[in-house]
C-alpha cells in the first residue's frame, strides 16, 4: 500500500520509451522549423547556392547547397544541421539541385556524422560497419534512408561522396523524434561471449556502441542500451536480420568480473535532473541461469565536478522463479536530483542480460531529498518509500527539533495522516466500484493483472476507462499489482511456430479441389497466426453469418467464402492498386471492355505537369507529387482548385509504368472510372489524365498542407503556452472540425456503395483552411511503411486500422470502414503522436482480432485520449463492436459530431 501511494504521489510528466519504427516525424527543414542560422556548411559555390537552400522538396535560391568548386574523391565538404536539441535520429531524406529543369547536380552517396555536444564528431555506420549511405540518382527524386542503428544526436553532418571529379548538391529532411530522455553517454563493462552447452555461441556485447574502448569497458557513448530495439524472452534470437545469436542484449557472467558480483554502470545526462524513476529491460530465462538483477544501488552527483553524494537510493528486486519472459524492471529514484548516477547491478544467477534502459524524471529540478539516518540497504529502502513525500517537512533523524516547532510539527504529521486516510477510502471505494460495474481486468496467462506494455506511461487496459497517451503525459490513477514490473504481453507459443500450427490442422475429409483452395488463400498465414489454437481449430464464416467452429458443416470453401451479402468481399492481395495506392472496392463496376473512349476526364498536356517528388510506388507504377502549369485555367469554370493567380498548383499524379501488364493498365483505367465519379467537397477528386500516351496519367488533387498525420504530429494542442512560444498548434475545436468533415466524406462514399479499405490520417490531405478531403495514396508511401503489414511479399494489409473480420476473413464493407474511421478519430486526438497499438507487434495486433471474434471478453481496446471528450470516445468504442450491425454508420457519425463542432 506504501508503494502504491508512493507511485501516485510521485505521478510525473515522464516520457516513455521511444520505438524507432513509428519516431519517423520530419523536424524541419522542409517547413522552416530549422531556422537558416542553424543551417551551415563548410563552403558554398554562391550566395545562392547556400546551406539555408539545403531544404527538401524546396527550391529558394539557386534550388540547393552546392559546395564551392568541383568536388574530388578526396575532399570533405558538409552540410552541418543544428536540431537544437537531443533528437532520436531514424530516416534521412536527400534531393539534388533541380531548380525547374535548370540544375542537374547531386550527390550518388554521402557520409553521415554527429555530434551530441558539437565537440566530439562520431561516424555512423550501419550494422554491418559500412559508413557510406545511399545518395540520390537524379536530381528531383528524394532517397529516403533508414538509420539502422538509429542514433542519439544534436548536430548533424552531411558529407558528399564521389569517386570523380564533379559538381554535387544536396537538398535534406531529416526524420526522427526528440530525445527527452536526456542520456547522452552511458559506460559499463564490455559484453561476453556466452558458450552454453547444446546451443549456439552468444555475443552478448554492445555492437553499436559510439564511445571508446578502453581496458574492457565501454566509456563515454551510447549504443544498444538505448536503440529502442527490446530483446526477446529467448536471447538467442533477435530482432535483426543476418546477426548472431544475443545480438540484441548486453550481457556479463558473474564470476567474469571477480568477487565483486555487481555490474557497475554511469550515465550522464544532458542536464541537472529531477530523477523519478529507472527502467531497466533484463533478460530473465533462468532456466538458461540468466535472470534479472538481485538489487541495485545507485548514487548520484549534481554536477560533473562533484563527488558522489553519500546516501545512494537501494532497490531489492521480487524474482520471478516462474515466468522466463524477459521484462522491464522499475528502479524507484525518489526525485533524487543529479547529472550523472552510478547504479550496481547485483547478480541474482550466473548471468545478467539488458537490452535497454532509460530514465524518467521531472521538469523541475527541486532540491535532492536525502533518504532519512543510516540504516541498512532493505530497510533504507522501506523507509525511502514510505516517507519521501513528507521528508521535506521531517527533522533530521539526528537532530532533535526545536520545542517551539513542536505543535507545528504535530499539525502537519496529523494533517498528513489525515489524507493518507483519505486517501486509503478513495482507493477502496474505488475498488468496490469497480467490482460492482464488472470492470475489473480480466485474467491474462493466469494472472489478474493490467496489461502494461514497454514503456511507463503506455498502459492498455482490457475494458477499463481511458488512460493517457505515452508522451509528455503524467500517468493517472492506475497502478499495476506490483509497479515494479511493466508485463510484456506475451503471444501463446503456438503463435511463434507456424510449422507447429501445420501439423495441428485437422483431417479435411472434403475434396483435394476444396483444400487447394484454403491453402492457396493469403489469408492462410494470417490463420495459422490467429485462429488454428480456437477449440477446433478452424475459423468460418457459415451460413451468411460468423459462428463458432464446426468442421463437420463447413467446408474450407466457406470458411472464407460466407453466403453474406458484402459485395466487397475480394481477394485480399488486390488491394492495393497498381500504383501502390489503395483501391476503393466498388458493387458492379464492369470493367472487362473498359477503353480510353470510356473515360470522360479531359486530357491534359503531358508537358505542363514539373515532377516534384516521388510519394511512392507500387509494382506497375508510381505516384508522383507534381506542380501542374495552368491547370485553373485548364478546367475552366467550376474548377475545384482554388485561384491562383496564374500559378503553377500542386497535384497528385499516379503514372502507369510502360512495361505494365494489359491486367494492371485495364485495373488502372477501372481505378480512372471509380476516381472520376467521386464528387464531394471532402473527397479527393480526379481532374484530369493523361493517356493519349504511354505511360498512362491520371492527374487528381493534393493539398498544400501534406497529409494530416504529419500536420498534426507536428503541433500541439492550442494553449497560452503554445502562443507564447510561437509552437504550431491546433484547437479542440480545429480537431472536431477534421473529424466531421471526414465523416461527411465517407458518409458519401457510402452513400455509393464505395468502401474505401485504407481510411488513416495518413489518407486525409488539408488544406491552409484545415479543409480536409479523403485520399488514397498513403499506402504507396515508404513514409508510412510501418503501418503496413506485409503478407509473404505479395500484399500490405493496414492491420492496425482494420476491423477483425476483415483481418480474418477478408471481408470489406461500410462497417470495416467505421471501424478504421473510429481508429482514424483516435489518431486525430491523440495527435498522430503515437501508432494505434504501438506497444504490440504485427502478431499480437493479428492475435487481438481473434479475441474480437471469440468475444470471450479478453480483446484489447485503445484507450481514450486524454482531448478526446467523454461522449466522443464512447463513438469510438460503437466503432468497434464486435458485432457487425452494432456499428453506426456514416450518417450516423455525422449527425453524432456535428453538434460537438456547434459547441
Known amino acids: 500500500m506504501h508503494l502504491f501511494l508512493l507511485l501516485i504521489l510521485q505521478a510525473t510528466a515522464a516520457f516513455g520509451q521511444i520505438d524507432p519504427a513509428h519516431c519517423r516525424y520530419a523536424l524541419g527543414m522542409e517547413d522552416g522549423r530549422i531556422k537558416d542560422d542553424d543551417i551551415t556548411a563548410s563552403s558554398q559555390w554562391y550566395e545562392t547556392t547556400g546551406p539555408q537552400y539545403a531544404r527538401l522538396n524546396r527550391e529558394e ?6 559546395p564551392e568548386g568541383q568536388m574530388e574523391p578526396s575532399d570533405s565538404q558538409y552540410l552541418q544541421v543544428d536540431l537544437g536539441k537531443l533528437t532520436f535520429l531514424t530516416v534521412v531524406g536527400t534531393q539534388g539541385r533541380y531548380a525547374r529543369y535548370s540544375g542537374n547536380e547531386f550527390a550518388r552517396a554521402y557520409h553521415l556524422n554527429y555530434s551530441r555536444d558539437g565537440l566530439q564528431w562520431k561516424s555512423w555506420r550501419n550494422r554491418l560497419g559500412n559508413t557510406v549511405m545511399e545518395g540520390n540518382k537524379n536530381a528531383y527524386t528524394s532517397v529516403i534512408n533508414d538509420l539502422h542503428p538509429p542514433i542519439i544526436t544534436r548536430y548533424v553532418r552531411l558529407i558528399p561522396v564521389t569517386r570523380l571529379s564533379t559538381t554535387v548538391c544536396m537538398r535534406v529532411e531529416l526524420y526522427g523524434c526528440p530525445w527527452e530522455d536526456g542520456l547522452i553517454s552511458y559506460s559499463a563493462p564490455e559484453g561476453q561471449l556466452m558458450m552454453p552447452p547444446g546451443y549456439p555461441i552468444a555475443s552478448l556485447n554492445d555492437s553499436t556502441y559510439d564511445g571508446a574502448h578502453e581496458r574492457r569497458r565501454l566509456l563515454g557513448g551510447l549504443g544498444q542500451l538505448t536503440d529502442g530495439v527490446i530483446g526477446l524472452d529467448d536471447f538467442l534470437l533477435t530482432r535483426q536480420y543476418h546477426v548472431w545469436p544475443g545480438y540484441d542484449y548486453l550481457g556479463w557472467r558473474n564470476d567474469s ?4 558480483g555487481f555490474v557497475e554502470m554511469e550515465f550522464v545526462f544532458d542536464r541537472q535532473r529531477n530523477f523519478t524513476s529507472m527502467k531497466v529491460h533484463s533478460n530473465n530465462m533462468f ?7 538481485s538489487s541495485v544501488s545507485c548514487w548520484f552527483k549534481p554536477r560533473l565536478i562533484a563527488d558522489w553524494e553519500a546516501e545512494p537510493v537501494a532497490f531489492k528486486t521480487v524474482l520471478d522463479d516462474r515466468n522466463p519472459s524477459a521484462r522491464y524492471v522499475t528502479v524507484p529514484l525518489n526525485r533524487r536530483t543529479a547529472k550523472s548516477l552510478r547504479c550496481r547491478f547485483y547478480f541474482a544467477d550466473v548471468w545478467m542480460m539488458f537490452s535497454e534502459i532509460f530514465f524518467q524524471s521531472e521538469d523541475t529540478v527541486l532540491p535532492t531529498l536525502m533518504p532519512l539516518g543510516s540504516t541498512s540497504p532493505a530497510v533504507k529502502k522501506d523507509s525511502t518509500m514510505s516517507t519521501t513525500p513528507m521528508t521535506a517537512a521531517n527533522p533530521s533523524a539526528s537532530e532533535p527539533p526545536d520545542d517551539g516547532n513542536t505543535p507545528i510539527l504535530i499539525g502537519c504529521l496529523v494533517t498528513i495522516i489525515l489524507l493518507l486516510v483519505v486517501i486509503i477510502f478513495l482507493i477502496l471505494w474505488c475498488q468496490y466500484v469497480c467490482k460492482v460495474l464488472e470492470k475489473a481486468p480480466r485474467r491474462i496467462l493466469d494472472e489478474e493483472v493490467t496489461v502494461r506494455l514497454s514503456s511507463c506511461s503506455d498502459t492498455i487496459i482490457l475494458q477499463t476507462p481511458p488512460v493517457p497517451p505515452r508522451s509528455g503525459h503524467a500517468p493517472t490513477g492506475t497502478a499495476n499489482t506490483d509497479p515494479h514490473y511493466e508485463r510484456v504481453f506475451l503471444l501463446d507459443p503456438q503463435y511463434q511456430n507456424p510449422a507447429v500450427l501445420r501439423n495441428k490442422l485437422p483431417e479435411l475429409s472434403q475434396s483435394a479441389e476444396a483444400s487447394a483452395l484454403l491453402l492457396s488463400n493469403p489469408l492462410y498465414d494470417l490463420l495459422l497466426l490467429t485462429s488454428c489454437h480456437m477449440t477446433s481449430g478452424w475459423l468460418r464464416a457459415c451460413g451468411g453469418g460468423y459462428a463458432e467452429p464446426d468442421v463437420t458443416q463447413c467446408t474450407p470453401h466457406q470458411c472464407f467464402h460466407s453466403n453474406a451479402p458484402h459485395y466487397a468481399e475480394t481477394d485480399i492481395v488486390r488491394l492495393q492498386g497498381v500504383t501502390g495506392s489503395n483501391m476503393y472496392a466498388v458493387p458492379a463496376l464492369t470493367v472487362d471492355s473498359l477503353t480510353r473512349k470510356d473515360i470522360s476526364a479531359a486530357e491534359f498536356p503531358r508537358q505542363q505537369l514539373i515532377f516534384r517528388e516521388k510519394l511512392g510506388e507500387g509494382q506497375f507504377g ?22 491562383r493567380d496564374g500559378r503553377s498548383v500542386l497535384v497528385a499524379v499516379k503514372q502507369l509504368r510502360a512495361d505494365a501488364t494489359s491486367q494492371a493498365r485495364n485495373d488502372f483505367l477501372k481505378e480512372i472510372k471509380i476516381m472520376s465519379r467521386l464528387n464531394d467537397p471532402n473527397i479527393i477528386r480526379l481532374l484530369c489524365v493523361c493517356v493519349s500516351s504511354d505511360p498512362l496519367c491520371m492527374v487528381t488533387e493534393y493539398m498544400e498542407n501534406g497529409d494530416l498525420n504529419m500536420f498534426l504530429s507536428q503541433r500541439e494542442i492550442e494553449s497560452t503556452l503554445t502562443h507564447a512560444n510561437n509552437i504550431p498548434s491546433v484547437s479542440l475545436s480545429d480537431l472536431l472540425h477534421m473529424s466531421v ?8 462514399l457510402a452513400s455509393l456503395n464505395f468502401v474505401h479499405r485504407d481510411l488513416a490520417t495518413r489518407n486525409c490531405l488539408l488544406d491552409r483552411r484545415l479543409t480536409i478531403k479523403i485520399a488514397d495514396f498513403g499506402m504507396s508511401r515508404n513514409l508510412y511503411s510501418s ?7 505479395r500484399a500490405v494489409l493496414p492491420i492496425r486500422w482494420m476491423a477483425w473480420e476483415s483481418i480474418l476473413l477478408g471481408k470489406f464493407t461500410t462497417a470495416s470502414d467505421v471501424w478504421a474511421f473510429g481508429v482514424t478519430l483516435w489518431e486525430i486526438f491523440t495527435l498522430c503522436k503515437e501508432q494505434p497499438y504501438s506497444l504490440l507487434s504485427d502478431e499480437q495486433v493479428i492475435e487481438n482480432t481473434g479475441e474480437f471474434f471469440r468475444n470471450q471478453g479478453r480483446q484489447i481496446f485503445l ?8 461522449s466522443l470516445f464512447e463513438l469510438m468504442m460503437c466503432c468497434w463492436s464486435r458485432d457487425i450491425p ?18
Not at 507534381?626 to 478546367?635: D, R, S
Open 886 to 903: 452494432d456499428r453506426p454508420t456514416f450518417e450516423g457519425l455525422y449527425e453524432a459530431l456535428r453538434p460537438h463542432v456547434n459547441q
Open 863 to 870: 484507450y481514450g485520449p486524454p482531448l478526446c471528450p467523454p
Open 622 to 643: 508510381e505516384v508522383h507529387l507534381c506542380e501542374a502549369e495552368g491547370l485553373p485555367e485548364f478546367l475552366g469554370e467550376g474548377s475545384p482548385l482554388p485561384d
Open 287 to 293: 532456466p538458461r541461469g540468466v535472470k534479472i538483477f
Open 787 to 793: 503501418d503496413y503489414y506485409r503478407i509473404q511479399g
Open 741 to 748: 468533415q471526414i465523416s461527411s466524406g465517407m458518409k458519401y
Open 257 to 260: 568480473l571477480g568477487s565483486q
Open 61 to 66: 535560391g539557386d534550388g540547393a547547397w552546392c
